[in-house]
């Protein structure tokens, strides 16, 4: 059937209409996120309206994964980056006969359960390395939420302190693309965007290599950490960074492998999204799908 998903990123926000049965986009329509004091009631307007049109006169269930953090009841918990709150979100699409609000982590590693490359998987992780960094532990489809449905922050941890005289430095701020840009800034880098930075890193760029493949190997280890502890079968990394940059993705696969604990038989495979960027959407979509919206979120 069609649903309509909607993945709410941290620099884009994608609206379509997917086919759950097949996993298939049919259409999207794409939109830049603003900076977040630009990202509230305007901006989630112009979503919906977006919505709307995509459904045209079809009474269609909406799914809505979103760069922040939500409980086990569905609610947005957190406005890190787009400060919408749940009873604004269920305003905004009040056509809808149905609508279901989750993470954009959890919602990019239900579709690769079902369609990508987490298909047939008992238990498994699932990182998204985009402008920010999540992560989610996977049984099977099911993706398991925590005590207060927060089990998804891996960027947010402070494992990093480059220097004890100021704030703790997150993963996020070193491995997400937002913290990319802003230490190749600070590092004298005239780089108007990661894609930019990502273009000179490519291309032999010292300076630009040293900022991304410092990204990748730090969240490299950072998975290896959490593999070390939950014992995964495979870490699937999705996320913009590893189809955008082969050297942030060969920095992680190097890093992780050189933090599993072996023997190496015995370690997790590294694998990138087989769905790529539309992960995020595709999942938004099927965790609203009247036959997935109760199973996805039991865990």
Request: net charge negative.
């Amino acid at each position: 059937m069609n649903v309509i998903g909607i993945d709410v990123g941290g620099s884009k926000t994608v609206i379509g209409l997917v086919d759950t049965v097949g996993g298939r986009v049919e259409r999207t329509v794409r939109l830049e996120t603003p900076a977040r004091e630009r990202a509230g009631d305007d901006f989630l307007g112009r979503v919906a309206e977006e919505a709307r049109a995509l459904a045209a006169d079809e009474a269609l269930p909406v799914g809505v994964g979103i760069c922040e953090a939500v409980d086990r009841a569905g609610e947005i918990v957190s406005a890190h980056r787009v400060p919408w709150t749940s009873a604004e979100v269920r305003a905004a699409f009040s056509f809808a006969p149905a609508l279901v609000l989750d993470s954009d982590v959890r919602a990019a590693a239900v579709a690769e359960a079902c369609f990508g490359v987490g298909r047939g998987l008992g238990d498994w992780l699932y990182a998204n390395a985009g402008t920010g960094i999540a992560s989610v532990v996977m049984r099977a489809a099911v993706p398991y939420l925590g005590c207060r449905g927060r089990a998804m922050g891996l960027g947010m941890s402070h494992l990093v302190e480059e220097d004890p005289r100021r704030e703790p430095v997150s993963i996020e701020d070193i491995a997400g693309g937002a913290g990319m840009l802003m230490r190749a800034r600070a590092a004298g880098l005239a780089v108007p965007s990661v894609a930019m930075l990502i273009a000179r890193a490519e291309a032999g760029d010292a300076s630009a290599r040293v900022i991304v493949a410092g990204a990748g190997a730090l969240l490299g280890r950072a998975l290896g950490f959490l593999a070390n502890v939950l014992d995964p079968e495979v870490v699937v990394l999705g996320g913009g960074m590893p189809s955008a940059s082969p050297t942030y993705l060969a920095a992680c696969r190097r890093a992780l492998d050189e933090s599993l604990w072996r023997p190496a038989p015995l370690c997790p495979e590294l694998r990138v999204a087989g769905l790529g960027p539309e992960s995020g959407l595709v999942g938004a979509a099927l965790l609203a799908a009247p036959q997935e919206a109760t199973a996805f979120r039991s865990g």
